[in-house]
């Protein structure tokens, strides 16, 4: 199914990164360092996915919609993510440029896709930030000894993101080293916890896994199996990060695949051992799945690690959160100056501003935490508000997922054929079918209405959200045509060549440097 080809001596790694990448179209001087390793890249992903972030965010709603059962839902959506990251490893093999989606999808569909999918992207992941940020300040309150108010969430958010913001401002090295202590860290929290609560707070055997405890009744299972599966969909995005910081990688083409797919197996563990752990450590289902017990992991940890021992868990949780947030700027950064550069954002002069001295785009960076920041400063305003912008973060990512691998199958069907150093062979479009199939249906569970008594509204906000998102875009593209501007290479810049050479074409296509 894989194909990898041999690894070149080492002493020409460099100069073939800077050829493969002056034939996509960016030879000109000012580069980013290729000082991230292969288990820092694995770092970004795992950080950005992060599965204590994900689990212990959303452990209640899901074991209180569909009890321990939830627990299968990191397997189905770890498996039909790991599709997902396998077009990606193709597509970034292909095409290892600064960005991810924008550059992949416009050398694969064309100029408007790549933008309207940039524009998604870019959305989701301000948002996403955000919300991870948003999520940090109870645990940051607590630790501190603050009570859990909207201003202390508010301010705790905030240190939150500027804190990371600062840490992103030193380079790729400050970026590879921390998101390794993250990893570490978060890996290693996740281990000492679960495993502290199998050893001496387990309730249950295995066998409660496959008991609801009259979860969903009154309805279909499956409704509330679906509902519970949010706490997976929102656990397996991250491993798109590696490729977003292709040209600070050595050997992307062989590297980020790797570690895509590492992202994968390493989070996927980390996700399902800490939720198992907890759901045999829960006293009592019938009191989560009624909301008498309404905060399952800090009660059970806090009984199972006492007072001091609490805090200590916290602290773990809180370098979770940060690092997540790292590892999503870094992401967001890299994808507003790779559209920056190709001069199609408002601002692209400014946001394409590159640091000489530590080889980041530092007004990107600063577009990634002031944002966020204004979207957490805005909850005091309006929570509405707030829960709307926040709904569409992983609406969008999915959105943003499934344009890639939608662009990659319809490019496959005219003859493209991925020459990178990982490649499907056969299996391209059997894989890129069930990932485009896998992530509709990721799409339809998160934005399908289950709660008729809470208003039209309520049930229907991912929806309104996402549907907003894309009009503003759209009307965008329509008024100001940002996708003509700049000449970067595009698949629909060379409509004369044939299907089959049209990857040649496109990276045949003029340079920056030769405007």
């Not at 999918?117 to 955000?130: E, F, Q, R, S």
């Not at 994808?335 to 692209?348: C, E, V």
Request: glycine fraction near 10%; include cysteine.
């Amino acid at each position: 199914m894989r194909v990898d080809s041999a690894e070149p001596p080492k002493e020409s790694v460099a100069d073939q990164d800077a050829q493969h990448l002056a034939s996509l179209g960016y030879s000109y001087e000012r580069q980013f360092k290729r000082e991230m390793t292969f288990w820092g890249n694995v770092s970004l992903g795992f950080t950005y996915l992060s599965p204590v972030v994900a689990v212990y965010s959303l452990f209640a709603a899901s074991l209180g919609v569909a009890g321990p059962p939830m627990f299968w839902s990191l397997v189905i959506v770890g498996v039909g993510q790991l599709l997902v990251a396998t077009v990606f490893g193709e597509v970034v093999a292909a095409y290892p440029v600064a960005g991810g989606v924008y550059p992949w999808s416009r050398r694969l569909w064309g100029r408007k896709w790549g933008w309207m999918n940039g524009w998604v992207y870019l959305v989701a992941l301000l948002t996403t930030i955000a919300s991870v940020a948003y999520g940090a300040g109870p645990f940051l309150s607590t630790l501190v000894g603050m009570e859990n108010t909207v201003d202390s969430v508010i301010v705790s958010g905030l240190v939150v993101i500027a804190l990371a913001t600062v840490l992103n401002l030193g380079g790729t090295k400050v970026l590879n080293t921390v998101a390794m202590i993250g990893l570490l860290a978060e890996l290693g929290g996740a281990l000492a916890v679960g495993s502290w609560l199998l050893l001496t707070a387990r309730h249950h055997d295995l066998g409660v896994l496959f008991q609801a405890f009259g979860a969903g009744e009154g309805s279909s299972y499956f409704v509330a199996f679906a509902a519970a599966g949010l706490i997976g969909i929102f656990q397996y995005y991250g491993f798109e990060a590696c490729g977003d910081v292709a040209e600070e990688v050595p050997n992307p083409g062989r590297t980020i695949p790797k570690a895509m797919r590492m992202t994968i197996y390493i989070g996927g563990f980390a996700a399902m051992f800490v939720c198992l752990s907890l759901i045999l450590a829960v006293p009592d289902f019938a009191a989560v799945i009624s909301g008498t017990d309404t905060d399952p992991v800090g009660n059970i940890l806090l009984s199972a690690f006492g007072p001091i021992g609490f805090k200590v868990v916290l602290a773990i949780v809180l370098v979770s959160f940060l690092s997540c947030v790292l590892s999503l700027q870094a992401a967001t950064s890299r994808l507003a100056y790779s559209m920056a550069r190709d001069g199609i954002l408002p601002g692209s002069r400014l946001l394409s501003t590159f640091s000489e001295s530590r080889h980041v785009p530092p007004y990107a960076l600063l577009l990634a935490g002031l944002v966020p920041a204004a979207i957490v400063v805005g909850s005091k305003v309006s929570s509405d508000a707030l829960t709307v912008i926040i709904s569409f973060a992983a609406m969008g990512m999915y959105m943003g997922f499934q344009m890639v691998v939608l662009a990659s199958l319809r490019a496959r069907l005219l003859g493209w054929k991925p020459n990178g150093a990982f490649q499907l062979g056969a299996w391209g479009i059997p894989v890129n079918i069930a990932a485009l199939v896998w992530g509709v249906l990721g799409m339809v569970n998160m934005a399908w209405p289950r709660t008729p008594e809470d208003g039209w509204f309520a049930n229907y906000v991912v929806l309104i959200s996402a549907v907003s998102v894309v009009v503003v875009g759209l009307v965008y593209m329509a008024w100001k045509k940002p996708y003509l501007k700049g000449d970067a290479p595009a698949a629909d810049a060379v409509p004369t060549a044939p299907a089959g050479n049209r990857q040649d074409a496109v990276l045949s296509a003029p340079s920056k440097d030769q405007r």
